[in-house]
């Protein structure tokens, strides 16, 4: 969506529910309307002219359905599960502070549930998504309303299912507007964009997934990459299935780009323009210009591009960033066309230049440039120090068809840890199991520390499967209200070291350190000043990664990879935490449409 060229952004969240047709299939709009009218502003563009109307009440959305559709890629035609019948899926636009009232119902034969992915869920546990972690999934056929304040947050986000491999189609941007009369911190751009980097593949998910799990293997590369669902030219089938923006030169404009892929990482660039990052994770950052970005699913980059180049068409590129061994990624890049305004129609792109596919200086460079656009106030003072290993296992074979559901190295079964312990989810909603003190369904013993220290990076277990096992378990580490907390994030190099985007339900953290090799605190180097502030922190292939954040939001909040077959696997964990005093210290009761498992 673009923004109003008269300096004014969209005011509101839209919804009941106006779906707007896009130029080359960019993502339609959940439009919400408030009653009653207060002020209302239009925005224009070449494509569409939308009225937004503001006042105080709530934002309700309704007929948001989850809906199979029939889409033509790459040769083939499927099915795929989607929001309203749109791939990818309706941009929810808001404005700092808003209440959003969502109310979906699924009309797929599958499971569903809805992760606002990056909101902080203030008192609003319920809403936030994860199956089996904060609620029972939305069966076939039933309806759950979403209901949550945009508490002090503003920029770009995403939604998706949280559920099965369904967010590999299920997803959506989410772009907050700072409040009426507040700017941007930096000169208003001349548009805006959308850039959804995704994945896809020409098997059903669903199935997929099972198959996967009950092959003890790995998961094979996607079909394609895709640029807000377009393929590009580089993949069979697809030489007219490209997403474009057209640009007029001598302009800056802001692309709000989100990795919505399910499995990869990847590196975007534009050919021959530099990117300027002005806000990760939807938080403002110092600016940092560089010539490409590495996003790992999950994450949110908003850059500024400046149409300083001859007229003509370039190339906006996405390739993968796979820094495991021996593990097979899709290896062609998306394309997407950044064109100018008088450019020869047909005229061949210039080609965009990513880095190597495991080129990890790249990443540290930009990781390098982060750093919140003021300082912060980062607890200097720790109540609660945590050290969590995370990789992969594998685990010993106790199929008795080896072929079919061992094929790891050596006949093992591929998992994933955190502190060497594979998440198990329960068949029940774990916060309804806490909120109701229904015992049996989970412990409250996950470790502070890993169970056993080594090297970790060098001289970690790897005689498979023999000594490369995982417990399991469904455990959780309870905090107090308030509690001022730091994790340390350690990669394994337990099957292979990796870099591993980790994201934290319910807060947003302060990513105070990062280096390679094995975290020593008598050596690392902390940023205590200007840290960025993150919801997903792709902990260095080999390396460690120091978080900070005080626990002041009561509930249940999962902390995974967004690499869906490593969370599939149990690379996660869950923090409670417990009620502090009075109302707004303490969780509320569940909704009355709560789904039942």
Not at 52 to 62: C, F, H, N, Q, R
Not at 92 to 106: F, L, S, W
Not at 249 to 273: D, S
Not at 515 to 531: E, H, K, R, S
């Amino acid at each position: 969506m673009k923004a109003d060229k008269h300096n004014t952004p969209p005011q509101t969240l839209s919804f009941l529910v106006h779906l707007l047709p896009y130029k080359n299939g960019e993502n339609g709009l959940i439009t919400l309307l408030k009653t009653p009218i207060s002020t209302t502003s239009t925005l224009h563009s070449q494509h569409f002219s939308l009225s937004l109307s503001l006042s105080i009440w709530p934002t309700y959305v309704d007929g948001v359905q989850v809906q199979t559709m029939r889409v033509t890629k790459l040769c083939n035609t499927k099915e795929i599960v989607t929001i309203n019948g749109m791939f990818p899926g309706p941009v929810v636009y808001a404005q700092e502070d808003d209440r959003v009232i969502v109310k979906v119902t699924n009309e797929t034969p599958y499971n569903t549930t809805i992760h606002w992915h990056g909101i902080r869920q203030r008192l609003s546990c319920w809403s936030d998504g994860p199956s089996y972690i904060t609620q029972c999934p939305i069966q076939a056929g039933q309806t759950f309303t979403y209901e949550f304040t945009i508490v002090k947050q503003k920029g770009t986000l995403l939604w998706h299912a949280h559920v099965s491999w369904l967010r590999g189609t299920v997803y959506g941007a989410i772009v907050v507007y700072p409040k009426t009369g507040v700017p941007y911190p930096f000169k208003y751009p001349y548009e805006e964009h959308i850039i959804l980097l995704g994945e896809y593949w020409v098997k059903d998910l669903v199935q997929l997934e099972r198959q996967v799990l009950a092959s003890g293997g790995g998961p094979p590369p996607a079909n394609a990459f895709t640029i807000n669902g377009h393929p590009g030219p580089n993949y069979n089938c697809s030489k007219n299935d490209v997403y474009k923006i057209d640009v007029v030169p001598g302009k800056t404009y802001l692309l709000r780009v989100i990795n919505a892929g399910l499995n990869m990482e990847n590196f975007f660039a534009i050919a021959h323009h530099k990117l300027t990052i002005v806000e990760v994770d939807a938080e403002y950052t110092k600016p940092f210009t560089t010539d490409r970005v590495m996003l790992g699913p999950g994450q949110t980059i908003n850059v500024l591009v400046t149409t300083d180049q001859p007229i003509g068409k370039y190339s906006m590129a996405m390739g993968a960033y796979m820094s495991a061994k021996g593990v097979k990624f899709q290896n062609i890049s998306a394309i997407a066309y950044f064109q100018y305004l008088g450019a020869v129609p047909n005229s061949i792109a210039l080609p965009a230049q990513l880095p190597s596919f495991n080129d990890n200086l790249a990443v540290k460079t930009v990781m390098d440039g982060l750093r919140s656009l003021n300082p912060v106030n980062v607890s200097k003072e720790i109540d609660t120090n945590l050290f969590y290993t995370i990789g992969l296992n594998v685990q010993k074979c106790r199929s008795k068809t080896p072929k079919n559901n061992c094929q790891a190295t050596n006949n093992g079964v591929l998992a994933a840890s955190m502190n060497n312990i594979s998440f198990i989810r329960p068949n029940i909603s774990l916060l309804e199991a806490y909120y109701k003190k229904i015992n049996g369904y989970y412990t409250e013993d996950f470790p502070d520390v890993p169970l056993k220290f080594y090297d970790f990076v060098n001289g970690a277990p790897n005689n498979i499967p023999n000594d490369t096992q995982a417990l399991n378990g469904t455990r959780t580490k309870v905090l107090e209200y308030g509690t001022r907390v730091q994790v340390i994030l350690q990669d394994t190099g337990t099957v292979s070291t990796e870099n591993h985007p980790i994201h934290l339900h319910g807060f947003s953290f302060y990513v105070v350190g990062y280096g390679t090799g094995n975290y020593d605190p008598q050596t690392a180097n902390f940023n205590l000043v200007d840290p960025p502030y993150m919801n997903t922190i792709g902990v260095p292939v080999g390396g460690w990664a120091a978080i900070r954040f005080v626990a002041d939001n009561p509930g249940v909040w999962f902390m995974h990879c967004h690499l869906e077959i490593h969370l599939s696997w149990g690379l996660s964990m869950v923090f409670i935490v417990k009620n502090g005093h009075g109302e707004l210290e303490t969780l509320p009761h569940p909704p009355a449409d709560l789904p039942r498992c």
